[in-house]
């Protein structure tokens, strides 16, 4: 008696092994999808939103370096318009620079710190005025505009604009108690935050801050 041939189809392994490697095809290209979607870094965790390329958030995470001490303002509450007056007399209140990022600094030629200080906001000036930002440094010195305009030159910062206040009036208006205070506005007028002391305005951590301001929409 003879025993049937066996079938070759249906002992091979070969299609076996072709289904298997289909499959593991199909799962790599799967992969492949989840990668161009998400990147090398996987999903980003639940409850968060990527960051858009460029995009910072100003919160108390900016409060490093020569800014530890910046204490940023919940709600950004509006800044008194405090008056104040030009080089040549003219009345002048915070109101007339709203549309703008502005960094008030409030100062005095007997102040030391202020001193120190001044040249780093004149190159903030240099660096970022325009239409979109201003340094608006406010002298309280008693001894009116014309020692003010000297304190400037002397310290080569004299490419800010010359604002004076002599009655001190605004230091309570803004709520500063001491020299120097910089206050850090935004576009509508509400205040970011701002630094009681002296601080090194050109060092990284204080441009970004300036930048991000700047950079912001708005209403924000």
């Known amino acids: 008696m003879t025993m049937p041939k066996p079938d070759p189809s249906a002992s091979s392994p070969r299609p076996r ?7 593991a095809a199909g799962a790599v290209a799967a992969l492949a999808g989840v990668y161009a979607m998400f990147g090398v870094h996987g999903n980003a965790p639940v409850g968060t939103v990527p960051a858009q ?16 001490a910046f204490v940023f303002k919940d709600g950004r509450p509006a800044v008194e318009s405090g ?3 030009d080089g040549a007399g003219k009345e002048l209140s915070l109101t007339g620079w709203k549309g703008r990022v502005v960094v008030v600094n409030l100062w005095a030629t007997w102040c030391a710190p202020c001193r120190k200080e001044m040249p780093d906001l004149a190159e903030l000036q240099k660096d970022y005025g325009g239409d979109d930002f201003e340094v608006v440094a406010i002298s309280v010195d008693l001894k009116g505009a014309e020692a ?10 004299d490419n800010l604009a010359l604002y004076v206040e002599p009655t001190t009036r605004i230091m309570k208006k803004l709520g ?15 205040e970011i935050g701002r630094l009681l002391g002296p601080a090194h305005w050109t060092a990284p951590e204080a441009r970004k ?4 301001a700047i950079a912001e929409k708005t209403g924000g």
């Open 17 to 23: 092994k072709r289904l298997a490697g289909l499959v």
């Open 53 to 68: 390329a460029g995009e910072v958030t100003l919160d108390k995470s900016m409060s490093t370096g020569t800014l530890a």
């Open 83 to 85: 008056a104040f007056q």
């Open 148 to 157: 003010s305009s000297a304190f400037l030159k002397e310290v080569s910062a």
């Open 176 to 190: 500063a108690i001491g020299l120097p205070v910089t206050i850090l506005i935004d576009r509508n007028g509400g």
């Open 209 to 212: 801050l300036i930048e991000a």
